[in-house]
């Protein structure tokens, strides 16, 4: 996959291993991908243009690039992540797993759970996977943007610093 740009910064996991998302330049639906790096090695920042080199693989359903080593990782430029504007959920959330999304006027209708996540009323949860927000049921925002991830059988949006959410 040549010239992606990244959406978030490398995930560093506790074995070392390395997940970060990346998608097309312009963004939209169908763009966006998981990489994952077992070996680490990897030092990808938010807005990186990147090339790499993989093979596209399901774990338990989440689509994702398995890379199998850094070297198949290159960094040749940068450019602006563009988030996809969402003013209603979609039909179905395929399209934008992996991609950065941006839900516009969205209410937070639970509290957040044991595993850091939120019920909204696009019918997606918000996830603390990279970053840990704080938000509860009755909050409003305008915008909140994040990647789209599934995993056990739900769509997540996972955002990634406290700019992303916008009363």
Do not use: C, K
């Not at 996991?13 to 939209?28: E, I, L, M, R």
Request: without cysteine; aromatic residues 12%.
């Amino acid at each position: 996959l040549n010239h992606l740009v990244a959406t978030t910064d490398s995930i560093v996991a506790d074995d070392n291993s390395v997940t970060f998302y990346a998608q097309d330049a312009g963004g939209g639906d169908y763009s966006g991908i998981a990489i994952y790096l077992p070996g680490g090695g990897v030092e990808i920042q938010t807005g990186d243009s990147i090339t790499v080199v993989g093979s596209a693989s399901e774990y338990y359903d989440f689509t994702e690039i398995f890379v199998e080593d850094a070297a198949s990782v290159t960094v040749d430029g940068s450019g602006t992540p563009v988030a996809s504007p969402l003013s209603a959920a979609p039909a179905d959330w395929e399209g934008y797993e992996g991609g950065l999304v941006s839900l516009q006027n969205i209410d937070i209708t639970s509290d957040i759970d044991q595993y850091g996540q939120v019920q909204t009323s696009f019918g997606i949860l918000i996830d603390n996977g990279i970053f840990d927000y704080q938000a509860g049921s009755g909050d409003h925002f305008s915008e909140v943007t994040g990647v789209v991830t599934y995993s056990y059988g739900v769509y997540m949006l996972l955002p990634r610093t406290e700019a992303d959410f916008i009363q």
